[in-house]
């Protein structure tokens, strides 16, 4: 009686792992992951950011809309319309739209005419393009600002000069980048 009562006891706690870890919320169709863990890279290192985007581009903020919350309340969906400046990597075209799903109550929302560095991620369709998950946008209303143009912790960590400027700063993640 007791062998047949922990073999119950097993098979249900192996049921319940392999529903667990076979388990994932989708919020969307075509939503990449929305955390740098599941992607396994740190947005610090700018190396890892452009070797994990399709197209890291400089872009201008030229409208946006938002969606209705997820699930009625929670994450919220921003599609931002863009003027592409200029593309360290992937050749993107003139304008595109991304989108990005920020958390309830999240405070890093890009602006209507401003310019920011923007590593993206292809989504499901052609025409669909995600902030990639775990980067933030870089504001950067100049690629030729010699402000904090370090190379997130690759620098630190190498001991290497600092890029010139923003221009330089993104062309020598791109350079470096670490591959997927």
Partial sequence: MKKKTWALAG??????????????VVLEPGLPPTSSADVGYRATDDREVAGHAD????????GSSEHAP????????????????????GAPPASVTVSVVYADGDRTRMAEG???????AH??????????????????????DTGDSRQGE????????APANQGARWAQAVAQHIER
């Fill in 114 to 120: 401003r310019s920011y560095v923007i590593a993206m």
């Fill in 70 to 89: 997820l699930f009625g309340g929670g994450p919220v969906r921003v599609d931002y319309r863009a003027q592409v400046d200029r593309a360290f990597k």
């Fill in 123 to 144: 989504g499901a369709h052609e025409e669909e393009r995600w902030m990639l998950p775990g980067s933030v946008p870089v504001d950067t209303p100049s690629l030729e």
């Fill in 154 to 161: 690759h620098n630190a960590s190498l001991r290497e000069a």
């Fill in 55 to 62: 197209e890291l581009v400089w872009v201008r903020i030229t």
């Fill in 11 to 24: 098979a249900t706690l192996v049921l319940a792992a392999v529903a667990l870890g076979a388990a994932k």
